[in-house]
């Protein structure tokens, strides 16, 4: 049997060469770490999460929760290994990242029909099929051969899509600070509205506070990117300072809301609270929730540790801005993940226009599935849009090319009911189970 190449060991590349292994076929997975680093990558360990160790929410009834459910309804080796890692936070899923990335390379090591080579790609190979799953940070190389590969097709397609240049948006990661660091006294544990113990450190902030905290956020320096280029947000994970310059109450309403939180001091809710989540099982680090930022890092120091509880913070990591690279995937996707002007090419992960590593995963596990499919010359399979994952990418397939952003999984993306359901919570749960009933069998 002929092997499937997969370029890109994050979680998409991972999960897409776990799934076809599974089924049966061989694969051969190039990673480029260590050879070369990305400027967001630490190590060289598979599906390292760079940013939030947080996989959002666990609960069965909200988006992510039920996304879960459907990757581990079809054995996703991303879901077993964070399950096996898991740290408190609340009702979300969140993880120690080591231990994490550290189980996925170790599975697909030991994988009799998985071969890992380290090296990087710097054409698209001429195996067919093959997996691009290089993710965001897409070398310039690569990145520019399929450039040229997208433009030749555009052209012969007679599209009004211009895909000279590969999109791309800044996105920003969160600081992360020693436990020891932060003063216990002002910083108290809690989850908002007692949901999965308390799980969080919270710095409350009165109203003097968090005024004097805004005007320093919006005054403060900020690192620079390149100058031929315009600082372009993905909406879902914008910077600290875009929030503050969006007005006095947008932070407060944002990351650093107070609701359903109680300070034990006083007996009311805080004006504002700046929340701190576990970043590994040991309880040694914490990450700053929503603080991501491109703040220069002097600057971090100084208005961060202005929190309540952070005078004395110690920064383990700054946070940091760096470029992502996604494709215009309405004009270049198929719902089977396949390029449309080279079948034998498959796309998966955030490269292919999906944001949120678990969102990665579910294009790279169905990316896996539909390369077997194409080896045994079988039709390829398209998820039905009454399944999270199928809406997602029925949605980065079908929406408008022009103003096309990366997209997370959310109820808003799924079909309505055949008989409208009001309230909120019945009606979401009626979602998950219609989608979760409308899987379908991906053998």
């Not at 380290?118 to 690569?142: F, Y």
């Not at 359903?260 to 929340?275: C, F, S």
């Not at 002007?341 to 490269?351: E, S, V």
Request: glycine fraction near 8%; charge should be neutral; aromatic fraction near 8%.
């Amino acid at each position: 049997m002929t092997e499937i190449v997969v370029v890109g060991g994050g979680l998409a590349g991972s999960e897409a060469a776990w799934q076809a292994a599974e089924r049966g076929a061989r694969v051969r997975l190039y990673e480029m770490r260590p050879v070369n680093f990305t400027p967001a990558h630490k190590t060289d360990r598979l599906a390292e999460l760079v940013c939030s160790n947080s996989l959002k929410s666990d609960s069965p009834d909200d988006c992510h929760g039920l996304l879960k459910r459907e990757l581990t309804a079809y054995g996703s080796v991303i879901m077993a290994a964070a399950r096996a890692h898991t740290v408190p936070a609340g009702s979300a899923l969140a993880v120690d990242r080591e231990a994490f990335a550290t189980e996925v390379t170790a599975r697909l090591a030991r994988h009799p029909r998985i071969t890992i080579v380290r090296d990087e790609i710097k054409a698209i190979p001429e195996e067919r099929p093959v997996i691009i799953a290089t993710g965001p940070l897409t070398s310039d190389r690569l990145a520019g051969a399929l450039r040229d590969r997208f433009v030749h097709y555009l052209a012969s397609a007679d599209s009004s899509v211009d895909a000279r240049d590969l999109l791309y948006f800044y996105d920003a990661i969160s600081p992360i600070i020693a436990a020891e660091s932060i003063d216990r006294t002002v910083a108290f544990a809690a989850s908002r509205y007692d949901k999965g113990g308390d799980d969080y450190l919270n710095c409350p902030f009165t109203r003097q506070e968090y005024q004097h905290f805004w005007e320093a956020i919006r005054s403060a320096e900020l690192a620079p990117v390149r100058p031929f280029e315009e600082a372009r947000y993905f909406e879902g994970c914008l910077p600290i300072e875009v929030l503050a310059a969006r007005g006095e109450d947008v932070l407060r309403f944002g990351p650093m809301k107070p609701v359903g939180l109680i300070e034990p001091k006083t007996g009311h809710r805080p004006y504002a609270v700046m929340q701190l989540r576990l970043e590994n099982r040991e309880g040694t680090m914490y990450n700053m929730v929503g603080f991501q930022t491109r703040l220069k890092w002097g600057e971090q120091r100084r208005i961060f540790r202005a929190i309540p509880g952070l005078s004395g913070a110690e920064f383990l990591r700054y946070g940091s801005i760096h470029r992502n690279t996604f494709i215009a995937a309405p004009a270049l996707l198929q719902e089977t993940m396949q390029f449309k002007g080279d079948p034998g090419i498959l796309l998966a992960g955030q490269l292919a226009g999906v944001e949120g590593y678990l969102e990665s995963a579910g294009t790279g596990l169905l990316a896996g599935v539909n390369a077997v499919k194409l080896l045994h010359g079988e039709d390829p399979i398209v998820l039905p849009p009454t399944t999270v994952l199928g809406s997602l990418i029925r949605h980065i397939c079908h929406t408008d090319a022009r103003d096309f952003q990366p997209m997370n999984v959310n109820f808003g993306l799924l079909p309505p009911l055949d008989e409208p359901i009001r309230a909120k919570r019945e009606r979401r749960q009626t979602l998950a189970a219609r989608a979760l009933s409308d899987l379908p069998d991906l053998r």
